[in-house]
């Protein structure tokens, strides 16, 4: 290998440090859980205080949030693949869990008033 070639790995590295650092750096714990069904907000809960929440929607769908220790995750829903039980605790801002076929979407959001454009919009 050349010079050059040692200067543009170290120019690669470097940049994907830089990403990193700026994409899971800014993104803090966030405060609250966002509960949305069928694109309507139904439930906004506190991600410090310990609490089951049963989600259930009009076509007969049935899930469950657990928030404890500061995270949140589905632990069960009747829909027929179960993938958002299987999805990792989420705690960090603008992370979510979301399940299809009830059409619930679970967002961590901050204390922050969530109305606001960031700097992503």
Do not use: W
């Not at 590295?13 to 750096?25: D, E, K, N, R």
């Not at 958002?84 to 603008?94: A, D, E, F, L, Y």
């Amino acid at each position: 290998m050349k010079k050059a070639d040692f200067i543009l790995i170290a120019v690669v590295v470097a940049l994907a440090g830089v990403l990193l650092i700026f994409l899971y750096g800014q993104s803090g714990s966030g405060a609250y859980v966002q509960i949305e069904i069928n694109g309507e907000m139904v439930e906004t809960l506190p991600l410090d205080t310990d609490t089951t929440y049963e989600i259930r929607t009009e076509n007969d769908g049935e899930n469950t949030l657990v928030i404890k220790d500061g995270c949140a995750k589905m632990t069960q829903a009747n829909c027929p693949d179960g993938i958002c039980t299987n999805h990792m605790k989420i705690s960090r801002n603008g992370e979510s869990i979301i399940c299809l076929p009830h059409k619930v979407i679970v967002t961590v959001v901050s204390g922050n008033n969530s109305d606001e454009i960031d700097a992503v919009a």
